[in-house]
């Protein structure tokens, strides 16, 4: 080991444990230093922060805070630059005479193009670049089928996906990394030169990013979204979870009232927790149980790892996907766009009670219970007939836990335009709010309007104009609506 500068960049690993990257540069050298930068092709810190949702800046920004503060009692300082990565990590390399720059890999089209760049301008000035899986149990490129073409179709995926997991949990793979300790931070006459540089090129520094972050997101219910930043709460809410409620996930995960969900997807995202801690934690519970019932919920769990890897996989191997439907017939589906039915589900404001809980608690909370996503999801493309491009942009807009993968899969599944066997799915909205929210406690609690209205009238649609309350009637009628969007989906099957 030597002492040489070398740069940490940290994206989607807002996080000192088990970080693969940073545990790999922490062999090479003690002398580290941390940097996060804000790129402005993702995040408008001079526009109320538009190009990010306001509660994911809050959940970045509070992180951000918290994971400086680890960077410090290590010995070290983590900086946060505002500014375009492709020119901000060479200069900020060679102000500070660093040997190399070590990251952990992002797998979206626009970082993938981003990272070659870089790496390209920084082997040109003979700074070494290393760029690590980390945030994927299994990386894209040692997942391939038989003909070694890529996956489209999750369960195919998801048997190799559990083989492969197994087996690299065998050979020790999967094995989560110690905090590195002792790091050396800059020296005076670094700091000096890194905060002249930023002088001279208006370039932000840490604090102000970090205050205007917090001050400009415009997210005041933090208090109201399960999702809670930083490594610290990331690790104590999947204790918390494989602890006391995964042996029975298969029993409650799909029931939006009971939020007895692992409240991790955030932490995902931006990477407070690793996947390898909570495949661990599971696997954890899973060898502790001895009742069948309850590995079945906890496989249960893990398959929900496997499908987060699968997004992600066929983001990377199928980047068209960001731009439009898998399936190309959907290109010319007759979506009618109606902006008063946009405006109505946006707003929580369809008249169909499960469909204006859902998007209220999105609206207030920033964020959505997955079956309420899907259920939403449904209502807008298949009784809505609007293109659900534009409810995934809205998502994007407003969930804490955004990620282009993951909320691109879900719409397009929703959709029947993605990577989905199954020909058609439309959801009734009231059968579902019947299964899942049987006594109405969800609906209740965020359409209030509706707390005196008996459960019967509610489920059934049936509400009684005196007990309205101000509650609008439905904007359609699904049997309805359901007809005349499979008229149109004949439309792009019959060639």
């Not at 207030?364 to 293109?387: P, Q, Y």
């Not at 929210?437 to 707390?451: G, H, Q």
């Given at each position: ?47 109320h ?43 900020v ?61 999750y ?56 205050e ?74 899973r ?9 079945q ?20 191997n ?26 109505a ?20 909370t ?10 939403v ?7 809505l ?12 807009q ?76 439905p ?21």
């Amino acid at each position: 080991m030597n002492n040489d500068r070398y740069i940490f960049w940290h994206r989607r690993d807002l996080r000192l444990q088990d970080n693969i990257g940073l545990s790999f540069t922490r062999e090479i050298t003690s002398s580290i230093i941390g940097l996060f930068i804000l790129d402005q092709n993702l995040i408008d810190t001079n526009d109320h922060c538009l190009k990010i949702s306001p509660p994911k800046l809050w959940f970045l920004a509070e992180s951000l805070l918290e994971l400086r503060t680890k960077w410090r009692d290590c010995g070290s300082d983590l900086l946060v630059l505002y500014g375009d990565p492709i020119n901000l990590i060479p200069k900020v390399a060679k102000v500070i005479h660093s040997k190399g720059v070590v990251c952990n890999q992002n797998y979206e089209p626009y970082e993938v193009k981003r990272d070659l760049i870089i790496k390209g301008k920084l082997e040109k000035d003979l700074i070494k670049f290393f760029s690590l899986n980390d945030q994927l149990l299994i990386p894209p490129n040692e997942i391939n089928t038989i003909s070694g073409g890529k996956y489209s179709v999750y369960g195919p995926f998801s048997k190799k996906w559990f083989i492969k997991v197994f087996s690299a949990e065998e050979s020790g793979l999967i094995k989560a990394k110690d905090i590195p300790n002792n790091l050396i931070g800059l020296n005076q006459q670094e700091h000096n030169n890194i905060k002249n540089y930023c002088k001279q090129n208006s370039v932000i520094e840490s604090d102000i990013n970090l205050e205007r972050l917090l001050v400009n997101n415009g997210f005041k219910n933090n208090n109201l979204c399960p999702c809670i930043p930083g490594e610290i709460a990331a690790n104590k809410q999947l204790i918390n979870f494989t602890n006391n409620f995964i042996e029975k996930y298969s029993l409650t995960r799909d029931h939006p009232s009971e939020i007895l969900t692992s409240k991790l997807s955030a932490s995902f995202t931006l990477g407070t927790i690793s996947c390898r801690q909570a495949w661990q934690a599971s696997q954890k519970a899973r060898q502790s149980s001895n009742n069948y019932e309850h590995i079945q919920s906890i496989t249960t769990w893990q398959k929900e790892l496997a499908w987060r890897e699968f997004y992600q996989h066929a983001m990377y191997n199928f980047p068209e996907l960001s731009q439009g439907p898998f399936r190309k017939k959907w290109k010319s589906f007759r979506w009618e766009n109606k902006q008063q039915y946009i405006d109505a589900w946006i707003n929580g404001l369809t008249g169909v009670p499960i469909i204006d809980a859902a998007m209220r608690e999105l609206n207030e909370t920033g964020w959505m219970h997955n079956r309420s996503r899907m259920i939403v999801a449904s209502f807008l493309v298949k009784d809505l007939i609007c293109d659900w491009r534009i409810g995934e942009k809205y998502f994007m807009q407003k969930l804490v836990d955004a990620d282009l993968a993951a909320n691109n899969g879900g719409w397009q599944w929703s959709a029947s335009s993605g990577m989905d066997p199954k020909p058609l799915r439309i959801f009734n909205p009231y059968r579902q709010a019947e299964k899942f929210d049987f006594n109405c406690n969800y609906i209740k609690k965020w359409v209030p309007e509706l707390r005196k209205v008996s459960r019967s009238d509610i489920l059934s649609g049936d509400i009684p104009s005196l007990e309205k309350n101000g509650y609008p009637d439905p904007i359609i009628i699904h049997k309805k609506q359901q007809s005349y969007f499979k008229l149109l989906y004949s439309e792009i099957t019959i060639n």
